[in-house]
């Protein structure tokens, strides 16, 4: 009998119920974690690079990490939030596919879910500001993780049911792109693992096909085939990811940033980063600058 398992966990950040008014205006905002909201009343807007949707109540939204968006208020808005990470064995988000903002109708369910996710996870909130510039910083992320240590095993394991419940509400089909790696060799995930483990050291398509004892050709189109990318074109946005998270939560230099996500040189390195992300390195880094404060 065939077993299908869970390959990715959420780690609580930050919940709360909050009220918003115009001060709620922030763009190109960005964070290595997953935000969703519960509007129960007053409207806002909110956008990414693909489409602007209206948040208004009685719905539910998602936003993925890495997903750059705009947050705005014009008037009175009233919403629960989560703010969740991600972890997955090999490093491969379940949004993979899916980096852009998600909007469906929320059920009785969702509501009582976020209360209960409120009773059992108190003081939770960002209690220093609604300002990205104010919470988007690692240290808070650290703080509020760490929370999660001192958790009972009830509360925990309850926490990471409902959050599971509210990401499944956005995996509807139709909606959402997903590869189902159950059906992808095992050389070819093992490959996709070590992959994500080894981004700092030389990888080549020859060296992953060795691992695998195939052929380049062949490890190549069947990693294609599996996965829908080439085994390069993979290796180049794993390791944008990792520059990207990199970017969010330090201020380390850009060619600091590029070795450690495994580039050899700063130019190089901006070249990939524009074709991955369509923008150049540099802009990337001022707009999260912005966000967190640093001129």
Same mark, same amino acid.
């Given at each position: 009998?065939?077993?299908?398992?869970?390959?990715?966990?959420?780690?609580?950040?930050?919940?709360?119920?909050?009220?918003?008014?115009?001060?709620?205006?922030?763009?190109?905002?960005?964070?290595?974690?997953?935000?969703?909201?519960?509007?129960?009343?007053?409207? +806002?807007?909110?956008?990414?690079?693909?489409?602007?949707?209206?948040?208004?109540?009685?719905?539910?939204?998602?936003?993925?990490?890495?997903?750059?968006?705009?947050?705005?208020?014009?008037?009175?808005?009233?919403?629960?939030?989560?703010?969740?990470?991600?972890?997955?064995?090999?490093?491969?988000?379940?949004?993979?596919?899916?980096?852009?903002?998600?909007?469906?109708?929320?059920?009785?369910?969702?509501?009582?879910?976020?209360?209960?996710?409120?009773?059992?996870?108190?003081?939770?909130?960002?209690?220093?500001?609604?300002?990205?510039?104010?919470?988007?910083?690692?240290?808070?992320?650290?703080?509020?993780?760490?929370?999660?240590?001192?958790?009972?095993?009830?509360?925990?394991?309850?926490?990471? +049911?409902?959050?599971?419940?509210?990401?499944?509400?956005?995996?509807?089909?139709?909606?959402?792109?997903?590869?189902?790696?159950?059906?992808?060799?095992?050389?070819?995930?093992?490959?996709?693992?070590?992959?994500?483990?080894?981004?700092?050291?030389?990888?080549?398509?020859?060296?992953?096909?060795?691992?695998?004892?195939?052929?380049?050709?062949?490890?190549?189109?069947?990693?294609?085939?599996?996965?829908?990318?080439?085994?390069?074109?993979?290796?180049?946005?794993?390791?944008?990811?990792?520059?990207?998270?990199?970017?969010?939560?330090?201020?380390?230099?850009?060619?600091?940033?590029?070795?450690?996500?495994?580039?050899?040189?700063?130019?190089?390195?901006?070249?990939?980063?524009?074709?991955?992300?369509?923008?150049?390195?540099?802009?990337?880094?001022?707009?999260?600058?912005?966000?967190?404060?640093?001129?």
């Amino acid at each position: 009998m065939i077993k299908r398992m869970l390959r990715h966990t959420f780690t609580l950040l930050n919940v709360d119920h909050v009220h918003l008014g115009r001060k709620w205006n922030y763009k190109n905002v960005i964070s290595p974690y997953f935000r969703i909201y519960y509007i129960d009343s007053g409207a +806002g807007e909110i956008s990414d690079v693909f489409t602007t949707l209206k948040l208004e109540a009685g719905f539910l939204y998602i936003i993925p990490s890495f997903t750059f968006c705009n947050l705005s208020c014009q008037d009175a808005l009233s919403q629960y939030f989560v703010q969740f990470f991600e972890d997955s064995p090999d490093g491969i988000s379940l949004f993979l596919n899916n980096r852009k903002i998600f909007k469906i109708e929320a059920k009785e369910v969702d509501t009582l879910n976020f209360k209960r996710l409120l009773e059992i996870n108190p003081g939770r909130g960002i209690n220093r500001s609604d300002n990205p510039i104010v919470y988007e910083k690692n240290i808070y992320y650290r703080e509020y993780q760490e929370l999660n240590n001192h958790q009972s095993m009830s509360a925990f394991t309850e926490t990471q +049911g409902i959050l599971l419940q509210l990401v499944s509400r956005f995996l509807a089909p139709g909606i959402f792109k997903y590869h189902e790696t159950s059906r992808i060799p095992v050389k070819i995930l093992d490959a996709m693992s070590y992959i994500q483990l080894n981004l700092h050291r030389d990888l080549t398509v020859n060296s992953l096909a060795e691992i695998a004892n195939q052929h380049p050709d062949y490890f190549s189109r069947l990693f294609h085939e599996h996965t829908g990318e080439r085994p390069l074109q993979y290796i180049h946005e794993k390791r944008i990811e990792r520059a990207q998270y990199l970017m969010v939560t330090t201020q380390l230099p850009l060619s600091d940033v590029a070795a450690q996500a495994g580039f050899e040189n700063v130019f190089y390195f901006s070249k990939i980063f524009k074709k991955v992300t369509g923008m150049p390195p540099g802009k990337y880094k001022r707009q999260t600058y912005l966000i967190n404060g640093i001129v």
